[in-house]
């Protein structure tokens, strides 16, 4: 089955930097790649999310990339604030079977 | 119907006794997934329905536990004789073929 790792597990930065999460996948067949943020004692909610024919995607501060043959895929957060700061996780599916990486948690230091 | 529904959202309960939780899902999401999330880590898969069929269950998953979904809308995950190390916080999520996962508020299982 998919096996999706996530890196770093943990990532501080100063306010108004920007922060870069990183997953690889392990199915080649998979082809949507969602990324969920879950603040403590909430349920993930997804951010962004990206297909396998489509190599970048942004939406305001937040963006991903995607290299099918190197099978991996990026979370970047530019400008990062206090708010930001959550966990968050990355996702790999095909079909209806959709796997998450461990998480990072992401804290923004004012 | 403002999303995904779970019930209890906890569950205190002693080590050998059955538990059982609801959801609900979005009306209109024909895709039903039960996940488990323990602290530090991410949505484990268990269980996946299209409408009332089950066509994915983890291996990981022991037969103490067991999913439902009778009428293609809510399901119910029950647990058999509980042990410790199901304690964690059991997550509903619903979607359609092209919408992405709408997750629940979870139900989190304190098993003692």
């Known amino acids: 089955g998919e096996n999706v790792e996530q890196h770093p597990s943990t990532l501080s930065v100063q306010e108004g930097d920007s922060a870069v999460i990183k997953c690889t996948y392990s199915d080649s067949a998979s082809n949507y790649f969602p990324w969920y943020k879950q603040e403590l004692g909430k349920r993930p909610q997804l951010i962004i999310d990206i297909r396998s024919n489509v190599g970048e995607k942004k939406d305001q501060r937040i963006a991903v990339t995607l290299n099918k043959t190197a099978k991996h895929f990026s979370l970047h957060i530019t400008e990062t604030q206090p708010e930001d700061s959550a966990v968050y996780f990355c996702a790999a599916s095909k079909l209806w079977s959709m796997r998450f990486g461990a998480g990072t948690r992401l804290t923004v230091k004012p | 119907d403002t999303g995904v529904s779970q019930n209890p959202r906890h569950k205190i309960t002693k080590r050998g006794q059955n538990v059982t939780f609801r959801c609900d899902p979005i009306?209109?999401?024909?895709?039903l997934y039960w996940y488990r999330q323990t602290l530090g880590q991410g949505p484990e898969f268990l269980t996946y329905f299209q409408n009332e069929a089950q066509l994915e269950k983890s291996r990981l998953l022991s037969d103490r536990f067991s999913a439902e979904r009778p009428k293609g809308s809510f399901s119910t995950l029950e647990i058999q004789r509980t042990e410790q190390g199901d304690s964690a916080m059991y997550l509903c999520a619903s979607s359609t073929r092209t919408d992405p996962l709408y997750f629940g508020p979870g139900t989190r299982l304190t098993v003692t």
């Open positions: 009306s209109e999401h024909n895709r």
